[in-house]
């Protein structure tokens, strides 16, 4: 991993107009999904990106590649702001930064052969013809474990896992520096899962690609990444290096978040000390005012209620999390003085 | 331990598929005592959904074809007469299905949904029945219970509709409670808040629960007695600490090796790569000969694996409530010294290098 940044957020939001009743355009409201996230990307490093559903963890990956149009702030790919980018540039965009679904089941077209499906970025972005191309997908396939004569199998032909395997071939077809992976492994069996994960793991190194790795399973993330950022109703809650977020979170949400995923060691289980959260996360066409997070938040106290808290260094170096806890810093500036408390 | 709850004996599914038959499930035995815990855990295909469907007689007739004994408080669910099989669906045992989206009927109130059941199984007028659906929502933790009665599924959330569900199936006071993947659809968080819930109403009630699930956590967090599928076979079984601990059988090591683990340290800042069970599970049509893992299997150290089915066999001792069970031919000896010196010779005689290439290290 280098210091140089290849995907940058700065202020990025995601808005989308909730229409009124029926087909009346009247507005009723705006929903939420990415609401102010700054993060940057560092050039050959694994960012997972955990939350919950509807944090708009997805929706972010999305607007990273310009999949869906930003509302605001600006999103720059190794240096260029991509948020207007038009027409030959963005197909450019297309080329370097590739997508692995989470379903490879919908994701590849039935009628189409492995062979069509994976050369066909090669055939968009005029990369390889004639014989050549056939070389290159025989070895984008091996480069993802199949063997190169599935070239013209269809998919219902392949498991869950293979299907997978083609997808991620498809994406690194044009030879992509960024690649995000939307719950990539969500729809597969744990041993399968794994044989997945590995894969990506060894083409990130091989490759030197920089990965954004979406999921909600934090044990996962854990084990693939080598930053984590987490993500609650639109925003980006808590970053740091994997090891530091994974055993010392320091907002409360991502402890809760760890609490709760169940752990395969019995007596670890039964001595645990789980942080439940009380009720659901709000709608994001309603967010809560102040820190999002009070109206779950074991810890809240009075200036969550009004002050918007911003990312701030806590923690191991790296680490960032928007939390008062760790002293009162955010929007707006009418702070209370002097109110700091650990957590 | 009181007279079980549930007793199956050789339970075994064959469903007729234009593939030719699929034995699906393939004597499969096991017991569910007053206030345990079973869980039932596989990978897709393996059965576990299948073997509780048919002890409730939900499997399609003329597609199914179910044999074997299942004992519900003394009872063989399996040769029921429907109009018996359906008074014990309720108060004999409740279900709870994966997914809260799907299995509500969007154009049915909460509380209609409710008091149906209810007044199916006992004389409550309307208005009674009502009360007691309420005094159900307020105790699977519902806020206003009287008023999530008025509402539809659409206006509450995946847990919410989850806890409804749940209430729905608790509304008979069931003895046994069948949970088919009942917290997969739903968020770490909102789960924790189910498995809390369920628990709590088990010690409450003391009710038999058979939790089926694909995630090793979650069993190791509910469990008392885990069963482990593959195949359609049981291929282990025991105690939680028994079998996750201590595995025996190379699918259960495998599975667990392939677990991505929160609580595993890493070395040197690196987390070291998961272990792989090469290939995919066999189909319930062409199930292999000899022991049903031995195609995928790293270890395959006997003679009689691709010929031969293991049978479940006792290791370790044997004179506990609850023994530890595998089915192979792959355990050292009947009583292994340890689990380390198991976990040092395992891999040995694989036949690629593509096998489970860790075992996997006990951490804390």
Known sequence: MSGEVLVSARGVEVHFPTGGRGFRTAQAGVLRAVDGVDLDIYRGETLGLVGESGCGKSTLGNALLRLVPTTGGSIAFDGTDITGLQGRRIKELRRRAGMVFQDPFASLDPRRTVAQTVSEPLEVHGLRKGRDKAARVAELLELVGLDANVAGRYPHEFSGGQRQRVGIARALAGEPDFLVCDEAIASLDVSVQAQVLNLLRRLQRQLGLTLLFISHDLSAVRHISDRIAVMYLGRVVEIGPAEAVGTDPQMPYTQALLSAVPLPHPKLERERKRVVLTGDVPSPAAVPSGCRFRTRCPYAFEPCDDVDPALQPVGAPGQQAACHLHGVVGTPATTPDGVTATP | ?364
Request: proline share 8%; with cysteine; hydrophobic share 40%.
């Open chain 2, 1 to 364: 331990m009181s007279a079980p709850v549930l007793e199956v004996e050789d339970l075994r599914v064959r469903l007729r598929t234009p593939r030719g038959p699929a034995d699906v499930v393939n004597g499969l035995s096991y017991s569910v005592g007053a206030g345990e815990t079973v869980a039932v855990v596989g990978e897709s295909g393996s059965g576990k959904s299948v073997s509780v469907l048919a002890l409730l007689g939900l499997l399609p007739q003329g597609v199914a074809t179910v044999t074997g004994r299942a004992l519900l408080q003394g009872e063989d669910l399996l040769t029921m007469q429907p109009e018996r099989l359906r008074q014990v669906r309720g108060p004999g045992a409740g279900m709870v299905f994966q997914d809260p989206m799907t299995s509500l009927n969007p154009v049915l109130t909460i509380g209609r949904q409710l008091v149906e059941g209810i007044r199916a199984h006992t004389d409550l007028d309307k208005a009674a029945a009502r009360r007691r659906a309420a005094d159900l929502l307020g105790e699977v933790g519902l806020p206003d219970p009287a008023g999530t009665l008025d509402r539809y599924p659409h206006e509450l959330s995946g847990g919410m509709r989850q806890r409804v569900i749940i209430a729905i199936a608790l509304s008979n006071s069931p003895a046994l409670l069948i949970a088919d993947e009942a917290t997969t659809a739903l968020d770490v968080t909102v789960q924790a808040q189910i498995i809390d819930l369920v628990e709590g109403l088990q010690a409450e009630r003391g009710m038999g629960v058979v939790w089926i699930t694909h995630d090793l956590g979650v069993v190791a967090g509910i469990a008392d007695r885990v069963l482990v599928m593959y195949g359609g076979r049981c291929v282990e079984d025991g105690t939680v600490d028994d079998v996750l601990e201590n595995p025996s059988h190379p699918y259960t090591r495998g599975l667990l090796g392939a677990l991505p683990d929160l609580a595993q340290p890493a070395v040197d800042g690196v987390v070291p790569d998961l272990a792989t069970v090469p290939g995919v599970p066999p189909a319930p049509t062409d199930l292999p000969k000899g022991c049903v893992f031995w195609p995928r299997c790293p270890v395959r150290g006997d003679a009689r694996c691709e010929t031969e089915q293991p049978p479940l066999a006792i290791i370790g001792s044997s004179d506990v409530a609850l023994p530890h069970r595998a089915a192979t031919w792959c355990t050292e000896s009947p009583a292994r010294a340890g689990s380390t010196a198991v976990s040092g010779t395992f891999g040995t005689g694989s036949p690629g290098t593509s096998g489970i290439e860790s075992p996997r290290g006990r951490l804390r």
